[in-house]
């Protein structure tokens, strides 16, 4: 797992501690499908949920058969798509914490309290510290506590140019 998530961070810090954030959340393994209670299911090891499965099965050119099979058994394959989900809202929103969210959820509150949840979680991995690599406008904002200002912290826009391939943020 920490290769994948290693490889699917490019070398970027930030990223790298955000996988590890949402991989800390969501707690899944190889293999998982959680039934939710709207009839999803959450896959794999960063429990992907499955109403993401047609809309990367179109972008791989593969079928969703395949594509929920990856999701639960390649842990690679795994932290790619999340990789994906959390950088293309990363890429709408432009808001790091508001992207956090919406890996979670279309939902604004259920949006914050993940965020907030991941955040811990980050600081749990990475200690006092944990923030740093996110980059100046992060750094300013209280993460882990207090008032929900640091959801509306914003980064450098990203772009996607297909499954997995970004252009560097300049932070």
Known sequence: MAQCIR?????RPW????LWGLRDQEGGWIGAEVRNTNGSH??????VNSWWVPRIAALVGRSAADVRAWLQSDPCFNVGAARWI?????????DYWGAVGV???PTRWRQRRYAWSVARHMRRRFGGDAFSVLGPTLNAVQVGGGNNDAAQATTPSVRMYGFGILEEPSI
């Open 15 to 18: 990223l790298e501690r955000t």
């Open 86 to 94: 959390f950088l293309s809202a990363l890429q709408v929103t432009r």
């Open 7 to 11: 490889d699917a961070a490019g070398g």
């Open 42 to 47: 959450d896959l794999g090891p960063l429990q």
């Open 103 to 105: 890996y979670h959820s």
